[in-house]
């Protein structure tokens, strides 16, 4: 008598777990960002765009352990030359001002995207002085509509 019982519980354990499997296939796995790190006065080449990190012009951001009232930001120039042609963008991480749009784009085409990721080493109360400042970026594929 207890085998239909187990039964039971069998076929819906087996229906349970491949349900499981084909719901699982319809999410997209992101792939992981793989960082490159530029040192502030050094260049560059990914993926034949040359990017060469000039200059910090804002470090305001609240250090590790210290109560701020505003987070703050960093804001960094950076040269870009593609195709040829040379450009200066500016990239601000963290908190913007009336009128700022967020935008960490370093360089965009058709099938491509070079995004700053964060400007290290993140401040302390001991390192606000003297830093050696490193952007890291990263090369993310444009999806295809």
Same mark, same amino acid.
């Given at each position: 008598m207890k085998k239909p019982f187990t039964m039971k519980y069998? /076929? /819906?354990?087996? /229906? +349970? !777990? %491949? *349900?499981?499997?084909? %719901? =699982?296939?319809?999410? #997209?796995?992101?792939p992981p960002v793989i960082a490159v790190k530029i040192p502030l006065n050094?260049?560059? @080449? /990914?993926? =034949?765009v040359s990017i060469k990190f000039l200059e910090v012009l804002e470090d *305001?951001?609240?250090?590790? =352990? @210290?109560?701020?009232?505003?987070?703050?930001?960093?804001?960094? #120039?950076?040269? @870009?030359?593609a195709d040829g042609r040379?450009?200066?963008?500016?990239?601000? %991480? =963290?908190?913007l001002r009336p009128?700022? #749009? #967020?935008?960490?784009?370093?360089?965009?085409? *058709?099938k491509y995207s070079i995004n700053? +990721?964060? !400007?290290?080493?993140?401040?302390?109360?001991e390192n606000s002085e003297g830093t050696s400042y490193v952007l890291l970026v990263s090369k993310r594929k444009e999806i295809a509509n």
């Open positions: 069998s /076929l /819906l354990s087996i /229906l +349970i !777990l %491949f *349900s499981s499997f084909a %719901f =699982g296939q319809n999410e #997209k796995a992101n050094e260049s560059i @080449v /990914l993926e =034949g *305001s951001r609240c250090p590790e =352990g @210290v109560s701020c009232i505003w987070a703050g930001r960093a804001i960094i #120039k950076v040269e @870009v030359t040379t450009n200066e963008e500016t990239v601000i %991480f =963290g908190e009128g700022e #749009k #967020k935008n960490t784009t370093i360089y965009s085409s *058709s700053g +990721i964060t !400007l290290n080493p993140y401040p302390t109360v």
